[in-house]
């Protein structure tokens, strides 16, 4: 079945530091792929989306390009600040007669100032 | 434009009881996602409903049941409740348009504690 994986926290980067979380998925088809962020005591938030291959989503700074060949989705953002600490999901979602959306297990990221 | 709206936001129930859990979708949405997530882990799908029916469903057991209603508001109930179901139950609305899911609005939600 589907699936998606994405790196392991916990993420502890500086302030302006460069951001890569890697995002990995099993589906079959052409899934369109998302990134959701949770803050704390919150909900999740779609940051950014992309609905086919060589897609580049992009968000506040945030952007992740749809790699096909090697089924991938990697978030990255050149500079974070302490207000991106947060928890970063990795998602799929394919037409299968509904749009059940498959979500990896979240990646926490830690900004220090 | 309110977004979804999920209620109650906190809930405390003993074991063997039944819950309902309410949902308001985004206006313009017209699908309604039912997620539980656990303590540290990502949300895992239990259905979804469409056009007042469930189109689709998660590896959930039988005593989690749902509705949607014609202004597209969702309930989920959970009967004979265990220690497990304790979680953030999250509700996501959405619209699909020309075959694309364009991506969830999430509500803030509730977070169910069984004793």
């Known amino acids: 079945g589907d699936s998606v994986t994405q790196m392991e926290g916990p993420v502890t980067l500086s302030e302006e530091a460069f951001l890569t979380i890697n995002c990995t998925y099993t589906a079959t088809g052409y899934p369109s792929l998302f990134w959701y962020v949770q803050y704390p005591g919150e909900g999740l938030q779609l940051l950014l989306k992309a609905t086919k291959a060589d897609d580049k989503g992009s968000n506040k700074g945030f952007e992740a390009t749809y790699r096909k060949e090697t089924t991938s989705f990697h978030l990255e953002k050149g500079s974070v600040q302490v207000s991106d600490s947060a928890v970063y999901f990795c998602a799929l979602t394919r037409n299968t007669g509904g749009f059940k959306t498959i979500f990896g297990a979240g990646t926490r990221l830690f900004v220090k100032a | 434009d309110a977004g979804v709206t999920q209620s109650p936001t906190h809930l405390i129930k003993t074991r063997g009881q039944q819950v309902t859990l309410r949902c308001s979708p985004k206006?313009?949405?017209?699908?309604v996602s039912w997620y539980q997530q656990a303590l540290g882990q990502g949300p895992q799908f239990i259905f979804q409903?469409?056009?007042?029916?469930?189109?689709q469903r998660g590896n959930f057991p039988d005593r989690f049941s749902g509705h949607q209603f014609p202004n597209y508001s969702s309930e989920l109930n959970v009967n004979a409740l265990l220690l497990g179901d304790s979680a953030l139950y999250l509700c996501?609305?959405?619209?699909?348009?020309?075959?694309?899911?364009?991506?969830?609005?999430f509500g803030s939600g509730t977070r169910l504690t069984v004793v």
């Open positions: 206006s313009g949405h017209d699908t």
């Open positions: 996501a609305s959405s619209w699909v348009g020309q075959g694309v899911n364009y991506g969830y609005t």
């Open positions: 409903y469409y056009e007042e029916e469930e189109r």
